[in-house]
């Protein structure tokens, strides 16, 4: 008979499948989410999701990295918030702090003055307001005068209804510091119509003329009858042709009514000019370096140019003051009192080199010259008429292409 065979690998295959699966259920038991310590509250929401997912056969040997990895991250981003903030925060505070900032206001060192300072008040338009700058450079090292900057840019004696000069100026003589001495800069926002009780006037026309003399003349008077001496100065060129044109012709009346009230004036319309009158924009300053005098605008005075019109007026200020002298600009220079040359709106140079005294009734187109000399105290003037009048050719100089060497050059001739 025979005996029933006994598969052993199979049974045994059986049996270790079935203590596999009792080992994998031992596993999941002890791994499941459920029998692990509950989550704390204050956990990352990351691992509750890594704890969601459910079973992982190898999750127990790859949890330490897996956290590891997920945990960092959300407080890197946390991180990069807080920093980002913070830096945010601190160029906001930056910025604030350089608005509050004001750039700091050119201080100009002066001595201190005294109590009985003769004052020099400044009045007039933007051109003025550069003057009183120029003068309170020139008196800041003398305790004894204190200048007072008026200027008024938008200002003039047209526009009366923007700003009343007369009214102004009295108001300063009626104040508690009383003027010693009175500087007028004034005309450059003038050409524009004057208002009158009849109505509008264009500029130049015969109304607008004389209401510009009188008003010119009312702000010097306004001044002088409280006893305050007044120094009214001229215009400047300007770099539009036409603006300076205007400017030349209100310089001439004023120029005329203060001759009227014996005011002093102070032409400068040649220091900011060439030899035919026109506008430059550099020049000589008061020690003769070219230097740009006026800004880009063509308007305004430059450093330089404030500097050149307060050499040409602080003088007539000075005569005027009692401590005026030993001003720093000027000191070394001695001044005298010049006398008055009329001189035309636009020199002629040739005008100026050469004049003659015409006789009446002398003939000039086609007739005889001889009634036509020049002035006997005048060498270059005759030598100029001698040259024009006779042909005689100009005599040769040292140094000059018609200087032949052997021939002797006249030392007594005068040079053009």
Do not use: C
Request: charged share 25%; proline share 8%.
């Amino acid at each position: 008979m025979d005996m029933p065979r006994f598969n052993f690998s199979k049974g045994f295959a059986s049996k270790a499948l079935r203590y596999a699966a009792a080992l994998l259920i031992a596993v999941i038991a002890l791994t499941k989410p459920g029998l692990e310590a509950p989550l704390d509250p204050q956990a990352g929401e990351a691992v509750a999701q890594q704890q969601n997912r459910g079973f992982f056969l190898f999750q127990p040997l790859f949890r330490r990295n897996q956290q590891r990895k997920v945990e960092p991250a959300p407080q890197r981003k946390k991180q990069r918030k807080v920093r980002s903030s913070t830096k945010r925060r601190a160029t906001t505070k930056r910025r604030a702090t350089t608005k509050r900032r004001a750039a700091p206001a050119p201080v100009v060192v002066t001595a201190n003055k005294s109590d009985d300072a003769e004052i020099v008040a400044v009045v007039g338009d933007f051109l003025a307001s550069g003057l009183g700058r120029g003068l309170t450079v020139h008196f800041q090292d003398n305790p004894d005068v204190l200048v007072m900057n008026y200027g008024m840019p938008s200002s003039g004696l047209v526009r009366d209804d923007h700003f009343d000069w007369p009214k102004k100026a009295a108001e300063i003589v009626a104040g508690d510091k009383k003027p010693t001495v009175a500087v007028v800069l004034i005309g450059a926002n003038d050409r524009q119509p004057i208002r009158l009780s009849t109505g509008r006037v264009a500029v130049g026309s015969d109304a607008w003329t004389e209401a510009y003399r009188s008003r010119a003349q009312t702000l010097a008077k306004t001044f002088l009858d409280a006893g305050i001496p007044v120094v009214w100065t001229g215009l400047p060129t300007m770099k539009n042709a036409s603006l300076s044109d205007a400017l030349a012709t209100f310089g001439d009346l004023q120029e005329q009514e203060m001759e009227k009230l014996n005011a002093s004036f102070v032409d400068i319309w040649d220091a900011f000019a060439d030899e035919n009158g026109r506008y430059v924009a550099n020049g000589p300053d008061p020690s003769g370096q070219i230097r740009r005098l006026r800004t880009n605008d063509g308007i305004n005075f430059a450093r330089a140019g404030r500097e050149k019109v307060t050499f040409f007026v602080a003088p007539q200020v000075e005569r005027l003051l009692k401590n005026g002298a030993s001003a720093p600009l000027i000191a070394a220079v001695q001044q005298t009192e010049p006398e008055p040359v009329k001189k035309s709106r636009r020199p002629d140079v040739w005008q100026q080199s050469l004049e003659v005294k015409v006789q009446p009734g002398s003939q000039l187109l086609g007739g005889t010259t001889s009634e036509i000399k020049p002035p006997e105290d005048d060498p270059i003037a005759t030598l100029a008429f001698e040259r024009l009048n006779n042909g005689q050719t100009p005599p040769p100089r040292v140094g000059r292409v018609d200087a032949i060497v052997g021939i002797q050059t006249p030392t007594d001739t005068p040079a053009l």
